[in-house]
Protein backbone atom coordinates (compact mmCIF):
# COMPACT_ATOMS: atom_id res chain seq x y z
CA UNK A 1 0.00 0.00 0.00
CA UNK A 2 2.90 2.23 0.55
CA UNK A 3 4.23 2.17 -2.60
CA UNK A 4 0.60 2.91 -4.08
CA UNK A 5 0.45 5.59 -2.25
CA UNK A 6 3.32 7.19 -3.35
CA UNK A 7 2.44 6.73 -6.63
CA UNK A 8 -0.57 8.44 -6.24
CA UNK A 9 1.05 11.06 -4.63
CA UNK A 10 3.48 11.66 -7.78
CA UNK A 11 0.48 11.06 -10.27
CA UNK A 12 -0.87 14.58 -8.79
CA UNK A 13 2.46 16.04 -8.34
CA UNK A 14 2.61 15.81 -12.04
CA UNK A 15 -1.17 16.70 -12.37
CA UNK A 16 0.14 19.89 -10.46
CA UNK A 17 3.10 20.84 -12.84
CA UNK A 18 0.71 20.60 -15.83
CA UNK A 19 -2.02 23.11 -14.05
CA UNK A 20 1.04 25.30 -13.55
CA UNK A 21 2.05 25.28 -17.46
CA UNK A 22 -1.12 26.81 -17.54
CA UNK A 23 -1.16 29.47 -15.15
CA UNK A 24 1.89 30.12 -16.44
CA UNK A 25 0.74 30.83 -19.98
CA UNK A 26 -2.11 32.95 -18.76
CA UNK A 27 -0.38 34.89 -16.69
CA UNK A 28 2.43 35.35 -19.54
CA UNK A 29 2.83 39.39 -21.13
CA UNK A 30 2.46 38.16 -25.07
CA UNK A 31 -0.22 38.97 -27.22
CA UNK A 32 0.32 35.17 -29.14
CA UNK A 33 -0.02 33.38 -26.08
CA UNK A 34 -0.37 28.95 -26.96
CA UNK A 35 -4.16 28.36 -25.82
CA UNK A 36 -3.11 25.08 -27.19
CA UNK A 37 -0.78 24.21 -24.64
CA UNK A 38 -2.68 25.42 -22.08
CA UNK A 39 -5.38 22.60 -23.60
CA UNK A 40 -2.90 20.02 -23.64
CA UNK A 41 -1.71 20.57 -19.87
CA UNK A 42 -5.41 21.04 -18.84
CA UNK A 43 -5.67 17.18 -20.30
CA UNK A 44 -2.95 16.13 -19.25
CA UNK A 45 -3.52 17.04 -15.66
CA UNK A 46 -7.32 15.82 -15.38
CA UNK A 47 -5.59 12.10 -16.92
CA UNK A 48 -3.36 12.25 -14.29
CA UNK A 49 -5.91 13.16 -11.41
CA UNK A 50 -8.26 10.52 -12.47
CA UNK A 51 -5.38 8.05 -13.19
CA UNK A 52 -3.79 9.14 -9.24
CA UNK A 53 -7.28 7.94 -8.21
CA UNK A 54 -7.30 4.78 -9.88
CA UNK A 55 -4.67 4.23 -8.67
CA UNK A 56 -5.45 4.97 -4.80
CA UNK A 57 -8.54 2.76 -5.46
CA UNK A 58 -6.67 -0.20 -7.02
CA UNK A 59 -8.44 -0.48 -9.80
CA UNK A 60 -6.65 -1.14 -13.40
CA UNK A 61 -6.51 1.40 -15.83
CA UNK A 62 -5.24 0.58 -19.67
CA UNK A 63 -2.69 3.26 -20.86
CA UNK A 64 -4.86 5.63 -22.62
CA UNK A 65 -5.16 9.96 -22.60
CA UNK A 66 -9.26 9.49 -23.10
CA UNK A 67 -10.83 10.70 -20.50
CA UNK A 68 -14.11 8.99 -20.79
CA UNK A 69 -12.18 5.36 -20.73
CA UNK A 70 -11.29 6.82 -16.62
CA UNK A 71 -13.97 8.43 -15.94
CA UNK A 72 -15.69 5.12 -16.76
CA UNK A 73 -13.63 2.85 -14.81
CA UNK A 74 -14.06 5.85 -11.91
CA UNK A 75 -17.59 5.45 -12.23
CA UNK A 76 -17.35 1.92 -11.17
CA UNK A 77 -16.19 3.42 -7.50
CA UNK A 78 -18.47 6.47 -7.68
CA UNK A 79 -20.97 7.16 -10.33
CA UNK A 80 -21.19 10.83 -9.14
CA UNK A 81 -18.20 11.27 -11.69
CA UNK A 82 -20.48 10.87 -14.30
CA UNK A 83 -22.09 14.47 -13.38
CA UNK A 84 -18.78 15.81 -14.86
CA UNK A 85 -19.09 14.44 -18.19
CA UNK A 86 -18.03 17.69 -19.87
CA UNK A 87 -14.56 16.56 -19.24
CA UNK A 88 -14.51 14.18 -21.55
CA UNK A 89 -14.14 16.92 -24.28
CA UNK A 90 -10.42 17.52 -22.83
CA UNK A 91 -9.29 14.13 -24.74
CA UNK A 92 -9.54 16.13 -28.44
CA UNK A 93 -6.42 17.82 -26.58
CA UNK A 94 -4.24 15.15 -25.67
CA UNK A 95 -3.56 14.07 -28.96
CA UNK A 96 -5.67 15.42 -32.04
CA UNK A 97 -4.45 18.99 -31.91
CA UNK A 98 -1.49 18.21 -30.85
CA UNK A 99 0.35 17.92 -34.85
CA UNK A 100 -0.09 20.27 -37.94
CA UNK A 101 -2.04 18.35 -40.07
CA UNK A 102 -4.67 18.35 -37.16
CA UNK A 103 -4.36 21.80 -35.33
CA UNK A 104 -7.02 24.31 -34.74
CA UNK A 105 -6.74 27.76 -33.28
CA UNK A 106 -7.43 27.85 -29.90
CA UNK A 107 -9.32 30.47 -28.29
CA UNK A 108 -8.82 32.11 -24.84
CA UNK A 109 -12.38 30.95 -23.94
CA UNK A 110 -11.97 27.57 -25.23
CA UNK A 111 -8.36 27.96 -22.87
CA UNK A 112 -10.48 28.61 -20.34
CA UNK A 113 -13.22 26.39 -20.24
CA UNK A 114 -10.48 23.76 -20.65
CA UNK A 115 -9.10 25.09 -16.97
CA UNK A 116 -12.10 24.87 -15.25
CA UNK A 117 -12.55 21.27 -16.65
CA UNK A 118 -9.46 20.34 -15.21
CA UNK A 119 -9.93 21.98 -12.01
CA UNK A 120 -13.46 20.53 -11.89
CA UNK A 121 -11.76 16.92 -12.02
CA UNK A 122 -9.18 17.88 -9.75
CA UNK A 123 -11.83 18.89 -6.88
CA UNK A 124 -13.87 15.67 -7.86
CA UNK A 125 -10.52 13.41 -6.92
CA UNK A 126 -9.22 15.01 -3.72
CA UNK A 127 -13.04 15.52 -2.40
CA UNK A 128 -13.02 11.57 -3.05
CA UNK A 129 -9.89 10.56 -1.31
CA UNK A 130 -10.97 12.99 1.62
CA UNK A 131 -14.09 11.31 1.87
CA UNK A 132 -12.24 8.02 1.55
CA UNK A 133 -9.48 8.42 4.17
CA UNK A 134 -11.53 11.78 6.36
CA UNK A 135 -8.59 11.77 9.03
CA UNK A 136 -6.09 13.32 6.06
CA UNK A 137 -3.97 10.85 5.86
CA UNK A 138 -3.50 7.66 3.70
CA UNK A 139 -2.78 5.13 5.85
CA UNK A 140 -3.35 1.06 4.82
CA UNK A 141 -6.39 0.94 6.64
CA UNK A 142 -7.91 3.04 3.05
Known amino acids: MESRIALVKNWFSKAENDLRNSELIFAAVADDKPFDTVCFHCQQAAEKYLKGLLTFLDIPFPKTHNI???????????????????????????????????????????????????????????NEIQALCPDGGWSDSK
Open 68 to 126: EVLMDLVSQSNPSINSYAKAVALTYYAVENRYPDDFVEISEEEALEAYKLALEIKSFVL
